[in-house]
């Protein structure tokens, strides 16, 4: 989820039409490492051997569709588009079945943390062999802070991941209409009794003033960015190829003990995407609710992100790798 960019060193991209064996086609895809100074476990995307009935039937091929040279200049955001997308889709879909099915309220809670958690995980094995699976504007724009991302993919990444969010919203408001329509009889409301706007963003619970509630999105997302770099550090114990795993069982610790006062956004994508199609829904309610309250999950991950980084990088410090001869 939080990974960064080479420092002086691109890994470069092939694609032939035979192996050395001269049977099946193959195609060396990309293998975007994200790296800070040091080196860190980051999956790779793997090659893949494609079919020899491809020699018979090339139209199976990905790289004979339509647009290919488009699509492959802009893969980054693409997956960090898809994987922004997946991520809301479980994270939103979750909170939307728990909402409408109340045959399990006692455990509803567990069941979203672990929603979240589990779908990020998803989420970041389709990205981040490609994308460094940021999914997060806080990540990326934190990462660039620091000198692990290239500033001149983030104006991209975040609108990928902006736009990503919001389509996920207005999926997710397809499949469960009828379920809407059903639990408030066709009367959208943001709160009460019958209120839905919980289901799409966060909102801080009652009696939670701004000033805490930002600071838990503060701290929050400062822990999930340190711990992000601490498991990814193979100074350390690194979660070597199980990253997508290991972040979404963070995800879930931070929802499941700490994140419950404001809904823990620690992602301004995942809130500030679905609140903006959620207008559709409610009007204005979404901005304007709790005093304006949409700043802090919008604005407060960033300071958080670039607080983890600091705290790691200047307090953590284990002894360098010794450089390969």
């Known amino acids: 989820m939080s990974s960064a960019e080479p420092h002086g060193r691109a890994d470069q991209y092939y694609a032939t039409s035979e192996r050395p064996d001269g049977n099946a086609r ?5 293998k975007v490492v994200m790296l800070p100074e040091h080196e860190i476990a980051i999956p790779q995307a793997a090659d893949y051997e494609l079919p020899e009935v491809l020699a018979i039937h090339p139209m199976y091929d990905p790289t004979n569709w339509p647009l290919y040279n488009i699509r492959y200049r802009f893969r980054d955001y693409f997956a960090e588009f898809w994987g922004t997308f997946i991520l809301i889709f479980f994270g939103d879909g979750v909170v939307a079945t728990v909402t409408f099915n109340t045959s399990n309220a006692a455990s509803s809670y ?7 958690g589990i779908g990020l995980a998803m989420a970041l094995y389709c990205c981040m062999g490609i994308s460094g699976g940021h999914l997060n504007p806080a990540v990326t724009f934190s990462n660039a802070l620091f000198g692990k991302f290239s500033w001149h993919k983030v104006p991209g990444y975040m609108f990928s991941q902006f736009l990503g969010a919001f389509a996920a919203a207005a999926t997710l408001y397809g499949i469960f209409k009828d379920q809407f329509d059903v639990f408030d009889g066709g009367n959208r409301q943001l709160m009460g009794p ?3 706007g919980g289901i799409w963003c966060t909102y801080a619970k009652p009696g939670n003033g701004k000033f805490f509630s930002a600071f838990s999105e503060i701290v929050n997302t400062a822990i999930l960015l340190f711990i992000i770099f601490s498991i ?3 100074r350390l114990t690194p979660a070597k190829h199980h990253l997508p795993i290991a972040i979404g069982l963070l995800v879930f610790a931070i929802g499941t003990c700490t994140g419950w006062v404001t809904g823990y956004a620690i992602n301004p994508a995942r809130d500030f995407g679905p609140r903006v ?7 204005s309610d979404p901005f304007t609710h709790g005093g304006h309250y949409f700043w802090v999950p919008l604005t407060m991950p960033f300071v958080g992100a670039c607080l983890g980084i600091f705290v790691y990088q200047f307090f953590i410090l284990p002894e360098p790798k010794p450089k390969k001869e």
């Open 277 to 283: 199609f959620s207008t559709i829904l409610y009007g």
């Open 194 to 196: 019958q209120g839905t």
């Open 110 to 116: 567990l069941a979203i943390t672990f929603g979240w």
């Open 26 to 30: 193959y195609h060396e895809h990309p």
């Open 232 to 234: 990814g550090d193979d």
